[in-house]
């Protein structure tokens, strides 16, 4: 585990936050395997079986969404459009990738065509490169619920505006490529098919993307 993952570690929304939403990593064998015969399901018209695919992947896809655009609100909206577009191309869906690659697929070009339509951001960073919407429960996004004393509480909140400030600093590009490995603990290759390009430019974004951060948490990273 580098740094980043132990700095980040419960102070950025990830898998772990995901409560009941997500049984554990993704791309587990059993969770895999589970995915493939709920899709099939969902294929062939079992809407109860796409319902069970949302309560299983939306608190990762929220969690991915959230750490890109950082607005709770947006991230939300953004995570109900990408499930009624997975349902919509659901019949396309030939299990190529792993179910939850194709998901973060997705969420990426939502979040791509979101950020798009506002003032970019990352400044001088460089860069790579028939579902209705109330039929997705508002209580799909499940929130982290511990137990800290007020000082812990206002510790880990100020450690966790830094960390976000910090990867706002980030082209999006480099900001997914750490989130996605360092937060949501896909495989390179799972997220070279996510944001389609060749593994060893996602290697290069993750050693510019955490060297960055490195600079820019210093005193947190001096402190540990």
Not at 123 to 130: A, F, H, P, R
Not at 149 to 172: C, H, Q, T, V, Y
Request: net charge neutral; aromatic share 8%.
């Amino acid at each position: 585990m580098n740094f980043f993952q132990r700095l980040t570690s419960n102070r950025l929304l990830g898998p772990a936050d995901s409560g009941r939403a997500a049984s554990g990593m993704p791309g587990e064998p059993m969770e895999e395997a589970e995915d493939e015969a709920l899709v099939k399901r969902a294929q062939a018209g079992h809407m109860k079986a796409y319902d069970l695919l949302v309560t299983r992947h939306r608190g990762r896809i929220y969690a991915m969404i959230r750490n890109m655009v950082k607005n709770e609100t947006d991230a939300w909206d953004l995570s109900q459009e990408v499930f009624i577009k997975a349902w919509q191309a659901l019949p396309r869906f030939e299990a190529k990738a792993r179910f939850s690659t194709w998901l973060y697929r997705i969420a990426h070009n939502a979040v791509y065509d979101f950020t798009r339509r506002r003032r970019p951001e990352g400044g001088d960073e460089i860069n790579d490169e028939t579902f209705a919407r109330d039929r997705i429960d508002p209580a799909a996004v499940a929130t982290p619920t511990e137990s800290r004393s007020p000082d812990d509480a206002l510790a880990g909140d100020e450690l966790r505006g830094k960390i976000e400030a910090a990867l706002a600093k980030l082209s999006p590009e480099h900001r997914e490529a750490v989130i996605l490995k360092d937060v949501q603990g896909l495989a390179y290759k799972e997220i070279a098919d996510v944001m389609e390009c060749s593994l060893g430019t996602v290697m290069s974004r993750l050693f510019y993307a955490r060297q960055k951060l490195q600079t820019l948490l210093k005193d947190e990273y001096d402190s540990r």
